[in-house]
C-alpha cells in the first residue's frame, strides 16, 4: 500500500509498516505515527463531522488541543469514544472509526441540519419548542438527544485496569520542549528531586517539530544528549505519555500516565492507566504555546489546519494534506511552515499575510495584506478564495490550508485555582497573571518567551528560582545557542465582510454570527456569550477557540479585549478517564470488605450475609429443608426464646476508656447517670449530640474503678469514637482519662437464651461464678475460658432473654464460636443472625439504627426522663428547647395489625381511625417491622404524635407507596416479656 | 417581544436583524422600592414574581458580576420533590409545579425535562426510609414510586447488578423529577423581569447597607449608594460574608460541591440517577455529556474549586455503579459555594433589622427551589408574612428546637 | 490539601476528617443565666469569613489528634496549625 502524502524524514520509523483501519478500510502507517498523521499520509483529510451542522472536518492541530479529529477507538468492551486521532499513538491492528454520522462519514444524513443553519443559530433552542408543554420531552427533546452527543459507549464493561499511584520530589517540570528540558537539567545537576512529565510519547515539545531551533548544534541532538543525560540521574524521573490534568492545592499534582493506550491491549499485569498524584515542592510550567485560528468563510474544511500542526506533519511525522498547500497568517511564525514545506518538496501556491509589510519567501508567491475571505471543496479543501490588497479576488487552488493567527500562551494550568491570566498587547495574548497556583512557575512560551532561546534561558531561571525557594542550591548550565527571533505579529481575528459563516469553536459549530447575534441580545460578557453560543464549551475547552469570541466580542462593545475579560480554564487539562479517576475501587473492591473473625465459620454453616457498612454479618442460617428466609428467621427466634442461640456481634464498636476521671468523663458523654457505676457493673447508655437529638446508644461495663468499655452501635462506631475524643481534647483537655478504639481487637459473641448459662458454664473456667447471684443482670466481669484464655463478659442481653456477651481476643473468635456450638450442642444451640436479632429487639422494644435517626430525642424514644436535669452532659441544654418538648411529641409506641394476618410495612404513615388521609392528619411512621413467631403476629415499631396516651387505639396505616393500607392497634412497644423477668432469671 | 417558533423562522428569512437584547443595562436610580441583591435565579425569580403575581414595581436587583453568575450557572441541573419531611415537601413539590409552567409563563424555553430520578437502595435501612419518604411525597400530593430490581434493570441495563460491593435492591423514582437547562433558567427570569420593568444592574456589588435606628435605608454599592424601601439578600454561597455587613452572624457555613461533565456521548443515561452506597448522582444533559456530582469537599471554603479526594471519590462511586462509564472521559470540573446550614433547609426570613430580609442557606439544593424561593420571598417581600409553603424556613427554628433536618445530621453543615 | 501537624509532620488533609469552626471548643456554661442562649449561639452560630479560618480537623486515619488549622477559605493556604487541646487550655478549658 502506498501513502500517497508521506514525505522523507520525519521522525517515525518507515522501516516497519503498521495495518490500521478506519471505518473499515485498512491503511499503513509506521511506528511514532499517530492516528491522523497516518490517515493524512494516506491521503484521508475527513476524520470527523461537526457537533451541530455535521459539518466535514479534518483535524485542526497536531495534538491534544484538537477540536474535529474525534474518533471511536478499538472495538468491542474497550471502545473509547471521542479519541482525538491526533494524540492516538499508531500500534498495529488499531481500529477506529468516525462518529457522530449516519450512515456514513462521507455521506451523514444530519448534514441537512448545515442547510437550515440559519435557523439553528446560537440559542435558538430557547425560543421556541415550548408549545404544547408535554411535547418537550415526548417529541423535541427526544429528537435533539439523539441527534447529539458525539462518540457512543458500548455499555459493556471496561476489562482493564486503572491504578492510582503516588510520588514526591523537589521539582516538577510540566513540559518537555526547551523551556523543560533546559529546567528540568538544571536541576537535576543540582541534585533535587525531579519528575519530568511530558504528554506526548516523544520527549522534546516542539523542538520535535521544528526545522529552526537550536543554532550551532543539532536540535535533536541536543534532546538526545539531554534525555540521556536526565535518564541517567537517579534524582531524575522522566515520565512520557503522563498529561498533568490538574493543579491542587498546596502543591499536589494530578498526573494521568497512559501506560498501555499505544498498544492494542495492556501487557499482562499492567494497567490501562495510572493515576498520580505527585506532592511536588514546587513545579515548573513548561508546556509552551497553542496557535490560534484566524475566523474567515468556511474555514472548518477538512485540509484547513493550523500552520504550526500543518509543519508539524511535515517534519516530525513526513506526512502533508495535500501536495499543493497555501498559508494564511498574521504573523512571521506562519512563514516557517510555508519554508519547511516548500523545503519538502510540498507546493506551497501562496502565502496570504494580513500584514501590509509581511517579509518575503524565497521561491514563494507572499500575498502581503490580503486574507482570505472563502473556501471551497465538499469533504475536503480544494481552493481559497483571496481578496488581495488591492482589492482583487483570486482563487487559488490548493488542498490544505495552514492558518496562523498567532500563539496562546498554554495558561490553562494556571487557572486551576483560579489565576486569571493578564493580557500581553506584545504578542497579543493571555500570560500568566502572577496569581496562580503557589509554586507554580511558569516558562518559556507558556510564559509569553516565545523564541528557543527565550525559552531555554526561562526554563533555567525558573528551576533555579524554585529550588533557591525550597533551598536547593544550584547553577546556571550551558544553554545551546538558538534561534531568537521575536515574534512579529499584527493582531488578527476574523476576516470581515461576507455572507457566510466563519468559525471559531469547529467542535460545537459557533460562528462568528452567533457571537454577533450573542452581543446584540446583550448576552456580552464572557460568561455568558460562552454559555449562550456554547462556545468553548466543546471536548478542548475552546483552547482554539475562546481567544477568537473574545476578541470579537472585544470589537463589537469598542472595548480593548482585556476589559472585555477572559474565561479561566478548570480542571483537567484535557479530558480523563473516569475509570482512571476511580482506580481500583470498582465492583466488588469498591469498598473494603470486612469480615469477623468467625465468618468463615459462618459461611461454612451456609450463613446468607449482609452489609452492615463495611462489614458482612451473618444475615441467617438456613438449615436443609427451609425454602424461605422467613422459615430461618422464625426458627432461630424460637430457639433462643426456647433454648439458647449464638450471634456474633463483634462488629459493635467497642471503645476502652481508661484514667481516673473516666467516669467524669462517662458522666458527660452520656445523657444518663454514669458517674456512681460500680466496678462489675454494665449500664445502658444514651449519647446525645449536643443539639440534644439522639447520637448513640450502647452499653459501657466498669470493669475496674479506673477501667471502663464502651459498645457502639455498628453504624455510629467511628463518630462516636471521633465525638469521644472531642470532648476530651478540645472540650476537658485535663481529665484523666484516655481512649482507644477496641473494635478491631476482640471478637464478641451473644450467647442468649434459657439456656444460655448452661453453656457458658462449659466455657466459663471454673473459678468464675457465673450464676445468678454473683453474676447478676448487667454484671461485667474479666474472666478466663477455655482453660485460661482471657475473655470479658457481660451480662447484658437484646433478645430480652437470659443473655451474656462474650469477648475474646479477635484471634480466638472463630475458636470461641466453634467452641459455643460444641458446647451448646446438647441444648441444640443455634446461631442466629441479624435478622433474629432484629426481631428480637423489636420484640423487645429496643430502639436501633431506625428508630435513632438522627431526628429524634429522648423524650421520643420514651427515655426522657433518663436525661439527667442534675449534671451537665453533652445535649442535656438544647434538648430542653421548646420544639423538642411539644405536648404531642412522637413517642415510641409498638403497633399490631387488628387482622393478624396482615403485614406491617415499615415507612408506613399512621392514620386516625377516620379523617382524611393527608400529610396535614399524618399522626406518624412506622420505622421497624417483623414477623413475631412468638406472638404470631405483624408487629412494628412507630413513632407516633403523644402515642404514650394512645394505648389501644384503632389507627390507620397507610403507604400508599407500596399499596399498602392495614388497621393496626397502638400496643407497648415491649411485646415480650415487659417485666423483664426473663433477663434476670 | 414575544418568542416563537413562527418568530426564529421569521428572523432567520430576514437575516436576524429583529432579535432585541435580552434584557437592557439600565444606570440604578437613586432608589427602589425594593432592591435584590443578587441576579442568580433566587433573586431574579424573586423579582419576577414581585412584579408579575404581586404587582411591585421600582424594583431592582443588583449582581456583582452578571446575570446568573452564581449557583444557578454552576449546578447538576436537577428538579426534584423528593423530601421527607412536612417542613420541605410541601416547598419543594411547589416548585416543581411551578417549574411545569414556567417555560410557557416566562416564554423562554428553559427545557424542562421531567425524565424522571430514581434513588437507588441498597439495604433494608434503606428501603424502610425511602418507603417513608415517597409516602410522604404521596401524602403531600407529589409522585412517588418503589421500583423493583427487574424494573430497574429495563431501564438502566447497564448498572452494576451482578459483581457490586453493595447490591441495587431496589430504587425510590419521582417521574416527574428531571433536569433543566440551568442558565437557561436565569435568563428566561431575567428577561421576563426586565420586560416588567425591574431593572438588573450588572458589575454593581454591594459593599455594605445603610442602617439607621435599626432600619435599613438601603445600600452601599460599587456605584454609589441606593436607597431601598425593603432590602432582600439572596446571594447564597456568600450568604455569611453579605450579612456580615449588617453585623449578623448566620447559621451558615461555606463550603465547595463540585461537579462534572463528561466528555458529549449519545444517549445513554435516560432520566437522573443517584447512588445510595456511594456519593454519586448523574443525568445526561441534551448535549450529551454525563453531568455527575457527589459529596461536598466538606471544609470550609469561598474557593469555588476543590480538591482530589472529592473528586476520585465521586468517580470510584461511579464506576462502583456505572461501571460502563469507565472510558468515557471526564471534560470539566468546577465548584460552586453553597450555603450550608445548620440543619441542612434553606432560610426565607425577615431579619431583626427592619426593612432587611433574608433568602439563603439553600445548602447544595438551591437550583431546583429556584421558582418556589423565588415566589415565596417575592411574598414576604410583599406583604410581610411567609409564604403558606415555607413557613418553616425561618431563622428562629434552632432556638426553638423546629429544625428541619432532612439528613439526620444535626448542626453541622458539612454533614448535611 | 496538606497539614502540616504539629507532632507528624506534614499529612495528606485526606487523613484528616472536618469538624467546623474552632469555636466549637468554647462550649458554653451549662448553668449560666442565659445558657439556652449561649447553647443556641455556641451551637448554630458562624463567623464563616471569606477569608482567615479557625477550625477543627481529626486525625482520624493517623494519631487521632483534634488539630486546630488556621487555613484561609479563599486560597485555602493553611498558616498555622495548632493541637487542639493546647488551644483549649488557652481559652481556660481544663477539666
Known amino acids: 500500500m502506498t501513502q500517497p502524502n508521506r514525505l522523507s524524514g520525519g521522525r517515525i520509523d518507515t522501516g516497519t509498516a503498521l495495518t490500521f483501519s478506519f471505518d473499515g478500510v485498512d491503511y499503513q502507517g509506521h511506528p511514532g505515527d499517530t492516528l491522523a498523521s497516518a490517515l493524512l499520509a494516506n491521503g484521508v483529510r475527513l476524520m470527523g463531522r461537526s457537533f451541530k451542522y455535521h459539518r466535514p472536518r479534518g483535524p485542526l492541530t497536531s495534538g491534544s488541543e484538537e477540536p474535529n479529529a474525534l474518533v471511536q477507538l478499538r472495538t468491542g468492551a474497550r471502545q473509547e469514544p471521542n479519541t482525538r486521532a491526533t494524540t492516538a499513538e499508531l500500534f498495529d491492528g488499531l481500529t477506529a472509526a468516525s462518529q457522530n454520522r449516519w450512515p456514513s462519514l462521507r455521506f451523514d444524513a444530519l448534514a441537512i441540519n448545515d442547510r437550515f443553519s440559519n435557523f439553528l443559530t446560537a440559542g435558538f433552542y430557547y425560543k421556541t419548542f415550548m408549545w404544547p408543554a408535554t411535547f418537550w420531552e415526548k417529541l423535541y427533546e427526544p429528537v435533539i438527544r439523539r441527534a447529539a452527543g458525539l462518540g457512543s459507549l458500548t455499555l459493556q464493561e471496561d476489562p482493564d485496569v486503572y491504578d492510582k499511584g503516588f510520588r514526591h520530589c523537589d521539582l516538577l517540570v510540566i513540559g518537555s520542549g526547551p523551556a523543560g528540558l533546559s529546567a528540568a537539567l538544571t536541576a537535576g545537576r543540582a541534585g533535587a528531586d525531579v519528575i519530568l512529565v511530558e504528554e506526548d510519547f516523544l520527549f522534546g515539545g516542539r523542538l520535535n517539530a521544528e526545522t529552526y531551533g537550536l543554532t550551532d548544534t543539532s536540535t535533536q541532538g541536543w534532546v538526545a544528549m539531554v534525555m540521556s543525560e536526565l535518564e541517567s540521574l537517579p534524582n531524575v524521573r522522566c515520565m512520557s505519555r503522563t498529561t498533568l490534568y490538574g493543579v491542587f492545592d498546596h502543591g499536589i499534582y494530578g498526573a494521568l500516565e497512559r501506560v498501555s493506550d499505544h498498544v492494542a491491549v495492556p501487557a499482562d499485569g499492567k494497567p490501562r492507566q495510572i493515576l498520580w498524584r505527585i506532592y511536588a515542592r514546587r513545579a515548573v510550567l513548561c508546556a509552551g504555546a497553542i496557535e490560534r485560528p484566524i475566523a474567515f468563510e468556511n474555514n472548518d474544511r477538512p485540509g484547513i489546519m493550523m500552520a504550526g500542526a500543518m509543519r508539524a506533519y511535515a517534519n516530525r511525522w513526513a506526512v502533508t494534506p495535500a501536495r499543493t498547500v497555501a498559508v494564511f497568517t498574521n504573523n512571521d511564525d506562519g512563514h516557517r511552515t510555508a519554508v519547511d514545506l516548500m523545503a519538502k518538496g510540498v507546493g506551497v501556491a501562496a502565502v496570504i499575510d494580513t500584514r501590509e509589510d509581511a517579509p518575503k519567501i524565497a521561491g514563494c508567491e507572499i500575498l502581503a495584506g490580503a486574507q482570505v475571505i472563502d473556501t471551497s471543496g465538499r469533504l475536503g479543501l480544494s481552493s481559497i478564495k483571496v481578496r488581495r490588497a488591492d482589492g482583487k479576488v483570486q482563487t487559488i487552488s490548493c488542498g490544505a490550508l495552514g492558518v496562523s493567527g498567532g500563539w496562546n500562551p498554554n495558561v490553562h494550568l494556571t487557572c486551576h485555582q483560579r489565576g486569571r491570566p493578564v493580557w500581553n498587547e506584545a504578542i497579543a495574548a493571555f500570560v500568566p497573571g502572577g496569581d496562580g497556583p503557589p509554586g507554580l512557575g511558569v516558562a518559556g512560551a507558556a510564559n509569553g518567551a516565545f523564541s528557543t532561546a527565550a525559552a531555554l534561558a526561562s526554563g533555567s531561571t525558573q528551576a533555579l528560582a524554585a529550588l533557591d525557594d525550597i533551598g536547593i542550591k544550584g547553577r546556571a548550565i550551558d544553554l545551546p545557542r538558538a534561534e531568537d527571533a521575536p515574534l512579529r505579529i499584527s493582531a488578527y481575528w476574523h476576516v470581515p465582510g461576507g455572507k457566510g459563516r466563519g468559525w471559531l469553536d469547529q467542535q460545537n459549530d459557533v460562528t462568528v454570527k452567533d457571537v454577533k447575534l450573542a452581543h446584540q441580545e446583550n448576552f456580552r460578557s464572557v460568561e455568558h456569550l460562552k454559555r449562550y453560543t456554547t462556545l468553548g464549551m466543546a471536548t478542548d475547552q475552546g483552547k482554539t477557540s475562546n481567544m477568537g469570541g473574545l476578541a470579537i466580542m472585544a470589537e463589537l462593545t469598542g472595548k480593548p479585549i482585556p476589559e472585555v475579560g477572559t474565561t479561566i480554564y478548570r480542571p483537567p487539562y484535557v479530558p480523563v478517564a473516569i475509570a482512571a479517576l476511580g482506580g481500583r475501587a470498582r465492583g466488588a473492591h469498591f469498598h473494603p470488605t470486612r469480615k469477623t473473625p468467625s465468618h468463615d465459620w459462618a459461611a461454612q454453616r451456609g450463613a446468607t450475609f449482609v452489609e452492615t457498612g463495611n462489614w458482612l454479618r451473618a444475615q441467617w442460617f438456613p438449615v436443609a429443608g427451609e425454602t424461605s428466609w422467613r422459615e430461618s428467621v422464625d426458627r432461630e427466634v424460637r430457639a433462643v426464646r426456647g433454648s439458647v442461640g449464638v450471634c456474633d456481634v463483634t462488629t459493635l464498636g467497642k471503645i476502652d476508656i481508661q484514667g481516673t476521671d473516666g467516669a467524669v468523663f462517662l458522666n458527660r458523654v452520656y445523657a444518663n447517670a454514669f458517674a456512681k457505676l460500680a466496678v462489675g457493673k454494665t449500664r445502658y447508655g444514651l449519647m446525645l449530640r449536643e443539639d440534644g437529638i439522639a447520637m448513640d446508644d450502647g452499653t459501657t461495663a466498669r470493669l475496674a474503678e479506673d477501667h471502663f468499655v464502651m459498645t457502639t452501635t455498628t453504624a455510629n462506631a467511628l463518630a462516636v469514637y471521633r465525638h469521644l475524643e472531642f470532648a476530651r481534647q478540645c472540650l476537658w483537655p485535663d481529665l484523666d482519662v484516655q481512649l482507644i478504639s477496641t473494635t478491631e481487637a476482640w471478637a464478641q459473641y451473644a450467647v442468649a437464651g434459657p439456656n444460655s448459662r448452661a453453656v457458658l458454664h462449659k466455657i466459663v473456667d471454673p473459678e468464675f461464678s457465673i450464676d445468678n447471684e454473683s453474676f447478676p443482670f448487667m454484671a461485667c466481669g474479666e474472666i478466663t475460658v477455655c482453660g485460661g484464655l482471657r475473655a470479658r463478659l457481660f451480662r447484658i442481653s437484646f433478645s430480652g432473654e437470659l443473655a451474656f456477651e462474650i469477648a475474646v481476643p479477635t484471634r480466638y473468635g472463630d475458636a470461641l464460636m466453634r467452641r459455643i456450638m460444641d458446647a451448646g450442642e446438647e441444648f441444640n444451640i443455634c446461631p442466629y443472625g441479624t435478622e433474629a436479632l432484629g426481631v428480637m429487639r423489636i420484640e423487645k422494644g429496643h430502639a436501633a439504627g431506625n428508630e435513632l435517626n438522627g431526628t429524634t430525642t429522648a423524650l421520643n424514644l420514651g427515655m426522657g426522663r433518663m436525661v439527667s436535669k442534675k449534671k451537665d452532659s453533652i445535649g442535656s441544654t438544647a434538648s430542653e428547647r421548646e420544639g423538642l418538648n411539644r405536648p404531642d411529641a412522637l413517642r415510641l409506641v409498638g403497633i399490631k395489625p387488628t387482622d393478624s394476618s396482615a403485614k406491617i410495612t415499615a415507612g408506613a404513615h399512621l392514620m386516625n381511625s377516620e379523617g382524611p388521609v393527608d400529610a396535614a392528619h399524618d399522626q406518624g411512621y412506622v420505622t421497624s417491622a417483623a414477623y413475631s413467631p412468638v406472638l404470631n403476629s405483624a408487629i412494628g415499631l412507630a413513632f407516633l404524635k403523644d402515642g404514650a396516651n394512645r394505648m389501644g387505639e384503632t389507627m390507620r396505616l397507610v403507604s400508599p407507596v407500596t399499596n399498602d393500607n392495614t388497621t393496626v392497634e397502638v400496643v407497648s412497644a415491649h411485646f415480650v416479656d415487659p417485666e423483664g423477668g426473663r433477663l434476670r432469671a | 417581544m414575544r418568542y416563537s417558533g413562527l418568530r426564529v423562522i421569521k428572523e432567520a428569512l430576514t437575516g436576524h436583524r429583529g432579535w432585541k437584547p435580552a434584557w437592557r443595562n439600565p444606570e440604578p436610580q437613586k432608589d427602589y422600592d425594593f432592591v435584590i441583591i443578587g441576579a442568580g435565579g433566587h433573586g431574579l425569580a424573586t423579582a419576577y414574581y414581585l412584579a408579575r403575581h404581586y404587582g411591585k414595581k421600582r424594583i431592582a436587583v443588583l449582581e456583582k458580576g452578571w446575570i446568573g453568575g452564581g449557583n444557578v450557572g454552576r449546578n447538576t441541573t436537577i428538579v426534584r420533590s423528593n423530601y421527607l419531611l412536612d417542613g420541605n415537601e410541601p416547598f419543594y413539590e411547589y416548585s416543581l409545579k411551578l417549574w411545569e409552567g414556567l417555560e410557557q409563563e416566562l416564554n423562554y424555553n428553559a427545557m424542562v425535562s421531567q425524565r424522571g430520578i430514581l434513588n437507588l437502595i441498597h439495604n433494608d435501612a434503606q428501603r424502610d426510609a425511602f418507603i417513608r419518604r415517597g409516602n410522604a411525597m404521596i401524602l403531600n400530593g407529589a409522585d412517588a414510586e418503589m421500583l423493583s430490581v427487574d424494573q430497574i434493570r429495563r431501564e438502566y441495563p447497564f448498572l452494576n447488578f451482578d459483581n457490586a460491593r453493595f447490591p441495587i435492591t431496589g430504587g425510590l423514582a419521582q417521574r416527574r423529577g428531571g433536569t433543566v437547562r440551568h442558565d437557561a433558567v436565569a435568563w428566561g427570569y431575567a428577561r421576563a423581569a426586565d420586560s416588567l420593568g425591574v431593572d438588573i444592574i450588572q458589575n454593581c456589588e454591594v459593599t455594605g447597607f445603610r442602617i439607621e435606628n435599626g432600619t435599613c435605608k438601603g445600600v452601599e454599592t460599587a456605584r454609589g449608594f441606593i436607597g431601598a424601601g425593603k432590602v432582600a439578600s439572596c446571594v447564597a454561597g456568600s450568604s455569611s460574608h453579605l450579612m456580615a455587613k449588617a453585623n449578623m452572624r448566620l447559621p451558615i457555613e461555606s463550603t465547595v460541591l463540585q461537579a462534572f461533565v463528561s466528555e458529549g456521548l449519545k444517549p445513554v443515561m435516560p432520566g437522573v440517577l443517584t447512588f445510595g452506597a456511594g456519593h454519586f448522582y448523574c443525568s445526561q444533559s441534551d448535549k450529551g455529556g454525563l453531568v455527575f456530582g457527589g459529596d461536598p469537599d466538606r471544609y470550609n471554603t469561598y474557593a469555588q474549586r476543590g480538591n482530589l479526594p472529592a473528586i476520585e471519590d465521586v468517580c470510584e462511586s461511579g464506576m462502583a455503579l456505572v461501571p460502563a462509564i469507565g472510558r468515557a472521559r471526564l471534560l470539566r470540573i468546577w465548584g460552586g459555594n453553597v450555603d450550608m446550614s445548620m440543619d441542612g433547609s434553606p432560610i426565607i426570613d425577615r431579619t431583626d433589622i427592619g426593612g432587611l430580609y433574608f433568602n439563603g442557606g439553600w445548602c447544595y439544593g438551591g437550583f431546583k427551589a429556584t421558582p418556589a424561593s423565588g415566589m415565596c420571598y417575592a411574598h414576604l417581600l410583599a406583604t410581610d408574612t411567609p409564604h403558606e409553603v415555607a413557613q418553616a424556613y425561618r431563622f428562629d427554628r434552632f432556638r426553638r428546637g423546629n429544625m428541619i433536618d432532612e439528613k439526620g445530621m444535626g448542626p453541622q453543615p458539612n454533614a448535611h | ?95
Do not use: C
Not at chain 3, 507532632?7 to 443565666?33: N, S, V
Not at chain 3, 442562649?37 to 494519631?63: I, K, M, S, V
Open chain 3, 1 to 95: 490539601m496538606i497539614i502540616h501537624h504539629p507532632l507528624l509532620g506534614p499529612r495528606d488533609a485526606q487523613e484528616f476528617t472536618f469538624l467546623g469552626a474552632a469555636t466549637l471548643i468554647e462550649r458554653p456554661d451549662w448553668q449560666a443565666e442565659d445558657a439556652q442562649e449561649q447553647f443556641h449561639d455556641y451551637l448554630h452560630l458562624r463567623d464563616n469569613p471569606a477569608g482567615e479560618h479557625r477550625e477543627l480537623w481529626f486525625h482520624e486515619t493517623g494519631d487521632r489528634s483534634w488539630l486546630v488549622v488556621t487555613r484561609n477559605t479563599l486560597t485555602h493556604e493553611i498558616t498555622n496549625v495548632e493541637m487542639a487541646r493546647d488551644v483549649a487550655r488557652q481559652k481556660g478549658r481544663s477539666k
